[in-house]
T-cell receptor, first 112, second 111 residues
C-alpha cells in the first residue's frame, strides 16, 4: 500500500507555462515533505521542502503548496524551462524519523 | 568533488554470486542511507546509519542483504547469493538535516 502517491506518471508542458505536479499521502503522521528532481543516470537532487506548520514555501521559480486536510501537496514551476525536464519525486516523512517515503515519480517534459 | 560517491557505477554478476557496493558520503554528514530503486518506482528505503550505528535495518529486503559503516565514514552494502530479482539501482544518500544528498547510484544486473 503506497503511502505517498503521484498519480500522474508523466506531464507535458510548453516552455514558459506553469507546471503543476501533484502528490497525495495517506499517513497523517507525515509532517515534513520534500520534492526531488532526477535526471537520467544521476541520483535525485533536493529541490524544495515544506513543514506541516506551513501551507506554502517558495524558492525562485518553485513553489510547494500543502493542504493538510486533503493530505495533498503540489509543486508549481513557473515559468517552466526545457532544463526542468526530469523525473520529480515527492517524499514525506515523520519528523524526527529521518526516513522519507517516496512516491513513484512524475516525468515532466517541457517543450521548447 | 565533495558530493556523495558510489563505487562501482555498474555491476554485472551471475546469480548466486556475492556483491559489495561502497558509498562515500559528504564528510560532515552523520547520517547515511541506502535505497533500492527499480524501474518506474521511487527510491525504496533499505537502511540507515547515524555515525557508525545502524538505526534501522528492518526494511532490508532479506537476510541476504547487510550493510556496514565501521568508522562512521564510508559504508558498504553487501548482497549475498544474488538473485535476478535483485537487479536494480542501489542509491546511497547522506544528510545532516532532513535534506538528503544522493549519490549517482550503482546499477546491478544479475544474470
Amino acid at each position: 500500500d503506497q503511502q505517498v502517491k503521484q498519480n500522474s506518471p508523466s506531464l507535458s508542458v510548453q516552455e514558459g507555462r506553469i507546471s503543476i505536479l501533484n502528490c497525495d499521502y495517506t499517513n497523517s503522521m507525515f509532517d515534513y515533505f520534500l520534492w526531488y528532481k532526477k535526471y537520467p543516470a544521476e541520483g535525485p537532487t533536493f529541490l524544495i521542502s515544506i513543514s506541516s506548520i506551513k501551507d506554502k514555501n517558495e524558492d525562485g521559480r518553485f513553489t510547494v503548496f500543502l493542504n493538510k486536510s486533503a493530505k495533498h501537496l503540489s509543486l508549481h514551476i513557473v515559468p517552466s524551462q526545457p532544463g526542468d525536464s526530469a523525473v520529480y519525486f515527492c517524499a514525506a516523512m515523520v519528523g524526527g524519523s529521518y526516513i522519507p517515503t517516496f512516491g513513484r515519480g512524475t516525468s515532466l517534459i517541457v517543450h521548447p | 568533488d565533495t558530493g556523495v560517491s558510489q563505487d562501482p557505477r555498474h555491476k554485472i554478476t551471475k546469480r548466486g554470486q556475492n556483491v559489495t557496493f561502497r558509498c562515500d558520503p559528504i564528510s560532515e554528514h552523520n547520517r547515511l542511507y541506502w535505497y533500492r530503486q527499480t524501474l518506474g518506482q521511487g527510491p525504496e528505503f533499505l537502511t540507515y546509519f547515524q555515525n557508525e550505528a545502524q538505526l534501522e535495518k528492518s526494511r532490508l529486503l532479506s537476510d541476504r542483504f547487510s550493510a556496514e559503516r565501521p568508522k562512521g565514514s564510508f559504508s558498504t552494502l553487501e548482497i549475498q547469493r544474488t538473485e535476478q530479482g535483485d537487479s536494480a539501482m542501489y542509491l546511497c544518500a547522506s544528510s545532516s538535516t532532513n535534506q538528503q544528498f544522493f549519490g549517482p547510484g550503482t546499477r546491478l544486473t544479475v544474470l
